[in-house]
């Protein structure tokens, strides 16, 4: 959508494209002779919702062509269009929307990638079943109560394990660090698996690989505005939970394992709640989690390729082009992208974004 941050051009100059009145209720915009509705859009735009208060009932076209808009961008504009049959034909109709579509997707093949990378603002749903329906959706407040409990309920058996040791003074600096420990394994973690699975591209030849990777995390990019879906099932994600436990118990003294695993257990918590307020969340600007918005933004919406890759990203800043760029694998923390060299280095802004 608009990014106008930097646009320096006269707002009475711009071309206005006839508007129907019945619709001063909504918030109408034009592009190319389209209408489009984006009210519903407005608190999730990239460039925050304020720069495009300036555009109610007016055209997006000189906008567009001074700040450039990735595939993904446009495409996503085309779900806010008042003409429902003008909408995107030849991605969106590769299947029915009016049933389950996890069985479908898994059929796309070589359009499965394109597909899935194109944004709409749309519900899913996946299973024609109502109860596994209902496992893959998820409120955000579910996470604190099923993660902090568990987290102090590990915790507090590593300090039953070391309860009878007269080192007391010792041992608090032990328990301090193999919780900070455990929080950094999350946060590596985390960067590992978004980008070595998450962002996996699979073979258009299977469809299990296609499957999984759509309910993993290809349902995210093709619905981001979902709240619904935005964090972990509390099933899978115990599961996984599970496994590294027995993991953790056999690299781990027993001094220090309970500790670990409640730091990396309140590490997966943060990052599930981080991401929800990431993409429903307004910070301010100046705080980490103004920056960290930004950044995933730019990952959601300008350019995202998977895996490995490394892609060009031209921005336009007071008409230079600035350098290549990668694209960001943390939620939670830029750490990880800052060794690996990930880092997707955002421009300054004339003024800050206000979501």
């Not at 959508?1 to 619709?23: F, W």
């Amino acid at each position: 959508m608009a990014k106008v941050a930097n646009s320096g051009y006269d707002l009475c100059e711009r071309t206005v494209q006839p508007i129907d009145n019945k619709h001063d209720n909504n918030f109408i915009v034009t592009y190319q002779n389209h209408s489009y509705d984006i009210q519903d859009f407005l608190r999730y735009h990239p460039g925050g919702k304020k720069i495009l208060s300036y555009y109610k009932n007016q055209s997006l076209d000189k906008a567009f062509k001074e700040n450039p808009h990735s595939k993904a961008a446009f495409h996503l504009l085309e779900d806010f269009t008042l003409k429902n049959e003008e909408k995107y034909q030849k991605y969106e109709n590769l299947i029915d929307w009016n049933v389950s579509i996890l069985g479908q997707v898994s059929s796309l093949g070589e359009n499965y990638w394109e597909w899935v990378n194109l944004p709409v603002n749309r519900k899913i749903r996946l299973f024609d079943s109502n109860l596994l329906e209902i496992l893959t959706i998820t409120p955000w407040y579910v996470i604190p109560l099923v993660w902090i409990p568990i987290s102090i309920y590990f915790f507090y058996l590593g300090w039953m394990q070391i309860n009878d040791n007269r080192f007391i003074e010792s041992t608090s600096i032990e328990i301090l660090t193999s919780y900070i420990f455990g929080i950094l394994i999350w946060t590596l973690l985390e960067y590992v698996v978004h980008r070595k699975i998450f962002h996996f591209k699979p073979p258009t030849s299977s469809k299990l690989l296609i499957t999984l990777h759509f309910l993993l995390h290809g349902i995210h990019h093709k619905t981001p505005l979902d709240n619904r879906r935005l964090v972990f099932p509390p099933v899978p994600s115990l599961l996984i939970a599970l496994l590294l436990f027995h993991i953790y118990k056999i690299l781990f003294p027993q001094t220090t394992f309970y500790f670990i695993i409640a730091g990396t257990a309140t590490g997966y918590m943060s990052y599930d709640l981080i991401h929800y307020y990431l993409h429903h969340g307004a910070p301010k600007a100046g705080t980490y989690l103004y920056l960290l918005k930004r950044i995933h933004n730019y990952h959601h919406f300008s350019h995202h390729e998977l895996g490995n890759i490394i892609i060009f990203v031209f921005e336009i800043l007071d008409k230079s082009i600035v350098k290549l760029r990668f694209l960001g694998f943390g939620i939670s923390s830029k750490l990880w992208d800052c060794v690996f060299g990930t880092t997707i280095c955002l421009r300054k802004l004339t003024k800050p974004i206000e979501w």
